[in-house]
């Protein structure tokens, strides 16, 4: 099977010592993939790594069949476009130039480009912010902007990490209609997302990501298995260790 990512051995540490601890995570090509794991598990490091912000200590990643390292980075990013959280703009930028710049920087400038900007600032109802500063923008706008501008440029593989936190109910339906599209030409996805209903309804495979390790993948088939007696919360729960919470300690409410 194509793999559009391989992480080998991956470490990272700060400080107070290592955040991800020899992570080991293949994510096939043309999948949508989900990265669930609670707070300070390492996702927004990893990420961070994967789309080239932040450095790491040993290990090896492989981007669509290229090992990303300084010499060839360049030729990676071509193919990835990512969504970050917070989101990262231009701030003096208008939306529509931040779009035609990130474009331009990608060498994806079709002569239909204004009609799909057009069309995608008016499915995500943003169109009135077309000349606006991306500073002016509310978190939720900021999110949407970013998304519009990482679908444009056609990428092979797509980050998305917490893509739905700040945006409304019916603009996150709408990217996940687009999410599938994007599946559907065989981009890859990659998602990160504390939201498991979302995750658990839209990703393929998932995996779990605790004290710095995966110390679950679950592909389709055995996800199905699993899901017949337990939800995706009740399977997170019993990997990273949550015990149950006890209802009778809030008696008072």
Not at 23 to 46: D, H, M, R, Y
Request: glycine share 6%; hydrophobic share 40%.
């Amino acid at each position: 099977m194509e793999r559009a990512l391989i992480i080998s051995n991956l470490t990272k540490s700060y400080g107070k010592g290592p955040v991800l601890k020899s992570l080991n995570l293949e994510v096939p090509a043309g999948n949508i993939f989900g990265l669930i794991g609670p707070n300070g598990a390492g996702k927004s490091t990893l990420i961070g790594i994967l789309t080239g912000l932040l450095t790491y200590s040993e290990g090896q990643i492989i981007i669509n069949d290229l090992e990303l390292k300084k010499s060839n980075e360049v030729e990676i990013k071509k193919d990835v476009s990512s969504v970050l959280q917070p989101p990262l703009l231009f701030e003096n930028f208008t939306s529509i130039e931040f779009i035609h710049y990130i474009c331009e920087m990608y060498k994806e400038v079709p002569d239909d480009l204004d009609s799909k900007i057009d069309s995608l600032f008016s499915y995500f109802e943003i169109e009135e912010f077309r000349h606006v500063q991306a500073k002016q923008l509310s978190s939720g706008s900021r999110k949407k902007l970013s998304f519009c501008a990482a679908i444009l440029v056609n990428p092979k593989l797509l980050f998305l990490d917490e893509p739905f936190e700040s945006v409304d109910v019916i603009s996150i339906g709408r990217m996940k209609t687009i999410i599938r599209k994007l599946k559907e030409r065989g981009t890859s996805i990659f998602i990160t997302s504390h939201i498991l209903e979302v995750v658990e309804n839209l990703c393929d495979d998932i995996a779990i990501l605790h004290n710095g390790k995966i110390v679950a993948y679950l592909d389709s088939l055995s996800r199905r298995e699993l899901q017949k007696d337990s939800s995706l919360s009740e399977i997170f729960e019993q990997y990273v260790g949550i015990s149950k919470a006890n209802d009778a300690e809030i008696d008072w409410i």
